[in-house]
Every structure is written in structure tokens, then in C-alpha cells.
């Protein structure tokens, strides 16, 4: 049990990062941080904690794979050992044995569909790294790419980590790229390990110049980030990790200054929402109420629409499934009706 459990730190030394995917698996066409101009076509991961049954399962699969497991020194031992886990519990939910000494989360793509896994292992104030993408099908999708984010996101705003450690093998060159395109730094170095490492403070500074965000550019202004600033360090959640991540992300601006057609707080905005169509108002979460179509800023769609444009579209995670947000038109805005008390 402890194999599987409590020592996968050791795992990042063993998987072919760079060969197979950006942390453990060979993926010849992978190139990291390839972004398209075509938003669709760019690779999306959102990483879920809750571990089912059903996940062990297909983590077995994984990981009998050995495309997979070639570079990982218990190999032999780790399926077995889900194996055991399965047979001695008939739980439909096992997140609390997988978060064993760290924690774990399944990642997800576009289509909902579970195509590998995170572990971050938290020691004192720094963070370890270990992320698979499992599914050979998905190789060279640049979704490794993609993950190294979402896990970066997870590290230093919900588990607030100082400091994110990568342990790469020096032969692994795609992935000590893909790490080092992604802001890490090489720290230390031995003949079998390198090792790299991003502190909060950078993460910050890079998120702010874009260099680790693929995403839409997104505006808010100052009064809007300072009040959201004030709710974030009350609220908890997933959700409210997601708010942060794309605060600090913003472009800011004067309320005077606003693009007329950005969606702040207190806007309305029409959105398509996979194929319907909604109305809804973006406000705080004293003001929510989804049945008359006001959404907190703290909620999945709030979260997601905050500083987009009308014309933007992006993926996010809406109740456990992945869905596509369009801004049709932004109905009211009260910075470009002068509403700045708002």
C-alpha cells in the first residue's frame, strides 16, 4: 500500500518526462507550450480530486502499460497494489486512500474524459510534483503541457506552496523544455536527476506577463480587483482559486478605461452556453440568485466570464463537466452607463 501511496516522489525520477509525456510518458510529437492562434484547438486539462472505483480501475490500465512504466522502478508493484486497494473496500469513492501523503487528482480533457493524473506532494513549505498523462491515445496533444499549469495553479493558490519542485532524468530534454518554458529553474543537478523548481513569488511575476497563461486576455478594474481581492481572502474552494488565478492574470485598468464591451461586475451579458442560450448577471455572492439569473462572481460561470469579451469563447468546468462559454453581448455594463458607484 505504501508503494502506491506514500512514495510517489520518487516516481518523477523514473517516468520518461520529456519521451512519453511532459512528467512520465514517451510522446514523440510532444512539444511543449506550442500554442495555436485557433482557441478551440487548444489543449484544456482541469484536474479533479474525487477518485472513484472506476478511475482505480483505469489507473491499472495505465499503468500496465509498459510504454508507461518503463522508467518506473515499481512498475511491478504499483497496479498490483491498486488492485489490493479495490479488493479490500467496496467504497465507490477512494480519494481518501489515494490522497495518502500527498494529494491526487485525475485529469481531465475537453470531453470529460480522464486521460491521466497529478500528485502534488507537499513537504513543510514546498511542493512536489508528479504528473502522468496515462491515455497513449492522447500523446502528442500537448496536454502535459497544459497540466504542468493546472498544477502550478493548484500549488501555490489552493495548497499555497513557496516553492514547486520538478525532479526530471537528465536524458528526459523535451521535458526539462517543457519545465523550463513554463518558468521552472534548475536548482541541483546529479548524474540520474535534475532538479527544478518555481517559486510563488515567480509564478506571480509570470502569470502577470502571461508567460505561463494560454488564455484570452481579460481586463478588470482597479475597484473591481480590489473588492474581489477583500471576498477572496474570506472564501474557499475550488471555485474561489479559480477567481484568484484569473485576477492575477488581468490586465487592470481604470473603470474609466474599461473596453465598453467587457464583462465586470454588476454586468449582464448574454452567453451561449454549449447550445443554449442564458442571460445572466454577474454579482457578488450576497447577491446571487441563480433562479432570476444572478450568478456570484465565487460561481463556476461567474468565475469563468469575469473580464471576457463579447466574441471570447473558453472552456471551463461548470458542475463537473466540462462546457463551452461564449459571450454573445454584454447587455449592461455600469462602467460604460457610468454607474461607477456599482
Not at 463537473?320 to 454607474?339: F, M, N, S, W
Request: with cysteine.
Amino acid at each position: 500500500m505504501r508503494r502506491l501511496f506514500g512514495i510517489y516522489s520518487r516516481y518523477v525520477l523514473e517516468w520518461p518526462v520529456a519521451e512519453r509525456t511532459v512528467m512520465a510518458i514517451a510522446m514523440k510529437g510532444f512539444h511543449p507550450l506550442q500554442i495555436t492562434v485557433v482557441k478551440m484547438n487548444k489543449p484544456f486539462i482541469s484536474l479533479c480530486p474525487e477518485i472513484t472505483r472506476t478511475h482505480a480501475l483505469t489507473l491499472m490500465d495505465w499503468l500496465e502499460d509498459e510504454r508507461v512504466t518503463c522508467y518506473l522502478s515499481d512498475s511491478r508493484h504499483v497496479s498490483r497494489s491498486i488492485e489490493q486497494v479495490i479488493d479490500r473496500t467496496q467504497l465507490p469513492i477512494l480519494t481518501h486512500l489515494f490522497n495518502r501523503g500527498g494529494r491526487f487528482f485525475m485529469a481531465y480533457d475537453r470531453h470529460d474524459a480522464p486521460v491521466g493524473f497529478v500528485r502534488l506532494i507537499k513537504t513543510g513549505s514546498n511542493c512536489e510534483i508528479v504528473l502522468v498523462i496515462g491515455d497513449s491515445d492522447k500523446w502528442g496533444r500537448n496536454l502535459g503541457a497544459r497540466t504542468i499549469r493546472e498544477g502550478m495553479k493548484l500549488a501555490f493558490l489552493d495548497m499555497r506552496a513557496e516553492k514547486l519542485i520538478a525532479k526530471i532524468h537528465p536524458d528526459n530534454a523535451r521535458s526539462l523544455k517543457a519545465f523550463q518554458r513554463s518558468g521552472f529553474q534548475l536548482e541541483s543537478e546529479t548524474p540520474t536527476l535534475k532538479s527544478f523548481s518555481m517559486t510563488a513569488g515567480r509564478y506571480l511575476q509570470c502569470l502577470r506577463e502571461g508567460t505561463v497563461a494560454d488564455a484570452t486576455e481579460i481586463y478588470i478594474t482597479e475597484i473591481d480587483k480590489a473588492r474581489l481581492e477583500s471576498l477572496i481572502a474570506l472564501e474557499q474552494g475550488p471555485t474561489v482559486v479559480e477567481l484568484e488565478h484569473e485576477l492575477e492574470r488581468a490586465i487592470v485598468v481604470k473603470p474609466q478605461q474599461v473596453p465598453r464591451n467587457v464583462v465586470t461586475m454588476n454586468s449582464r451579458a448574454l452567453l451561449q452556453l454549449d447550445d443554449e442560450e442564458i442571460e445572466v448577471a454577474l454579482v457578488y455572492p450576497e447577491d446571487a440568485d441563480s433562479s432570476a439569473g444572478k450568478y456570484s462572481v465565487c460561481s463556476d460561470i461567474g468565475a469563468a466570464i469575469l473580464g471576457y469579451q463579447e466574441g471570447d469563447a473558453i472552456d471551463w468546468r461548470v458542475s463537473d463537466r466540462t462546457r463551452r462559454i461564449g459571450i454573445r453581448k454584454v447587455l449592461y455594463q455600469p462602467e460604460a452607463a457610468g454607474d461607477f458607484h456599482l
